[in-house]
């Protein structure tokens, strides 16, 4: 199978799973399972730490200069993205993380959302900024939650 396309599915299993709001454990274990099969290997997860690795690789390696990882009018997948690395464990102060925090933060708009000017998006940006904001964890973000 094609090395890409089996990290871009991985990958989109996870923003998938993050995204229903899967809890760490069950991600685990269906990331696992899914990577496996899509690899050939059935149930065993044991690739799975590896696999994820590969995924959070491929994710700062794509990142654009703004820290974005889409258009600067489309601030959903960057959010959706920054969320699934701090859900896989890759900490806030991580340089490509840090990055995708501050690209979001500066679309905060006067009226609390968070969304590109002229989206046709503001509620669902807003929602997956706040995802993002709130895996980060970190105290700066709880007046934008």
């Known amino acids: 199978m094609n090395r890409r396309f089996l990290k871009a ?8 799973l993050v ?3 899967a809890t760490r454990a069950q991600n685990e274990r269906a990331v696992g399972r899914t990577a496996a099969r899509a690899n050939g290997a059935g149930d065993d997860a044991a690739r799975l730490p590896e696999l ?7 994710l700062r390696t794509s990142q654009a200069d703004d820290g974005s990882w ?3 009018n489309a601030l959903g997948i960057t959010g959706l993205v ?3 690395l701090l859900e896989s464990g ?3 102060d991580d ?3 840090a990055k995708a925090l501050e690209y979001l933060e500066r679309h905060i708009q006067p009226d609390g959302g968070v969304y590109a000017a002229k989206s046709n998006h503001r509620n669902y940006e807003t929602c997956i900024a706040i995802l993002a904001f709130d895996a980060a964890g970190e105290d700066r973000y ?3 939650i």
Do not use: E, H, N, W
């Open 82 to 84: 920054v969320t699934a």
């Open 19 to 21: 995204a229903m709001g």
């Open 52 to 58: 994820r690795q590969a995924g959070i690789d491929f």
């Open 70 to 72: 889409t258009s600067p």
């Open 90 to 92: 890759v900490p806030a």
């Open 142 to 144: 709880r007046k934008q």
């Open 9 to 16: 599915y991985v990958i989109g299993s996870m923003l998938v």
């Open 95 to 97: 340089p490509a993380v």
